[in-house]
């Protein structure tokens, strides 16, 4: 999950100097608009919550979200725009089962780790989104959207649409889709000229691998209680 990240990097390396990306990032930060601070700043919190395992995650996550679906169709982002509402239906359904509680009113729904049989199924879900979304975002590219960067902008949907539907669910591997995520949507946030947005993903990263270690934690800790009870 890391070529294509990692060419695209590449691209703006190769046609870029230094100097030339850090003018673009100044001149990218002076036009950051009020509703883009809003929405990075909803998204960090958002992500702290997740990490914490606090339903909060989703009323904060759901300001963000909404607000980078307007943001992404306006910079023809189309792929990270329908993400964006993808995340907004998932977060109401992430939202229901995460409040769900049984007769002691504890939740029903703990972190844990996937089976064998939910890595080829989430690794299936990825490549057909990923077809899907290219495919769909070549011909809008031709027809509609000449900005678009098709191969770049499947990847962070399918990766970021797999993560979601893990993170409804509390799995540990919803971080390692949303660390490819991030890293595949800063280069590509600021090509768009979303600077803030670039360095937002970059914090989300970083806030990504302390989520995935708390998980692992949190699941660990789960699985050896529960073996605790059957002993």
């Not at 191969?151 to 990766?159: K, R």
């Given at each position: 999950?890391?070529?294509m990240p990692a060419l695209l990097l590449t691209t703006i390396v190769s046609e870029l100097t230094i100097a030339e990306v850090w003018a673009q990032f100044i001149t990218g930060m002076q036009q950051t608009t009020a509703l883009e601070y809003i929405a990075v700043v909803a998204g960090i919190v958002s992500v702290w919550y997740s990490r914490k395992e606090d339903i909060l995650v989703y009323p904060i996550g759901?300001?963000?979200?909404?607000?980078?679906?307007?943001?992404?169709?306006?910079?023809?982002?189309?792929?990270?725009?329908?993400?964006?509402?993808?995340?907004?239906?998932?977060?109401?359904?992430?939202?229901?089962?995460?409040?769900?509680?049984?007769?002691?009113?504890?939740?029903?729904?703990?972190?844990?780790?996937?089976?064998?049989?939910?890595?080829?199924?989430?690794?299936?879900?990825?490549?057909?989104?990923?077809?899907?979304?290219?495919?769909?975002?070549?011909?809008?590219?031709?027809?509609?959207?000449?900005?678009?960067?098709?191969?770049?902008?499947?990847?962070?949907?399918?990766?970021?649409?797999?993560?979601?539907?893990?993170?409804?669910?509390?799995?540990?591997?919803?971080?390692?889709?949303?660390?490819?995520?991030?890293?595949?949507?800063?280069?590509?946030?600021?090509?768009?000229?979303?600077?803030?947005?670039?360095?937002?993903?970059?914090?989300?990263?970083?806030?990504?691998?302390?989520?995935?270690?708390?998980?692992?934690?949190?699941?660990?800790?789960?699985?050896?209680?529960?073996?605790?009870?059957?002993?």
């Amino acid at each position: 999950m890391s070529f294509m990240p990692a060419l695209l990097l590449t691209t703006i390396v190769s046609e870029l100097t230094i100097a030339e990306v850090w003018a673009q990032f100044i001149t990218g930060m002076q036009q950051t608009t009020a509703l883009e601070y809003i929405a990075v700043v909803a998204g960090i919190v958002s992500v702290w919550y997740s990490r914490k395992e606090d339903i909060l995650v989703y009323p904060i996550g759901l300001i963000s979200t909404v607000i980078y679906v307007y943001l992404s169709f306006k910079y023809h982002l189309i792929g990270e725009a329908s993400v964006n509402l993808y995340y907004s239906i998932l977060s109401i359904y992430g939202w229901y089962l995460w409040a769900r509680r049984n007769q002691e009113h504890q939740p029903v729904l703990h972190i844990s780790f996937s089976s064998p049989k939910m890595w080829v199924w989430q690794l299936v879900f990825f490549a057909v989104l990923y077809a899907l979304i290219y495919f769909l975002l070549v011909y809008l590219k031709d027809a509609f959207y000449p900005g678009v960067i098709p191969w770049g902008d499947a990847f962070a949907s399918a990766t970021a649409y797999t993560g979601m539907w893990l993170m409804a669910r509390k799995k540990v591997e919803s971080w390692y889709w949303w660390i490819a995520t991030n890293v595949a949507s800063i280069p590509l946030y600021f090509i768009k000229g979303l600077v803030f947005t670039s360095v937002f993903y970059f914090i989300l990263l970083v806030m990504a691998f302390w989520g995935l270690s708390e998980w692992q934690r949190r699941a660990r800790s789960a699985t050896a209680q529960q073996a605790k009870q059957k002993a």
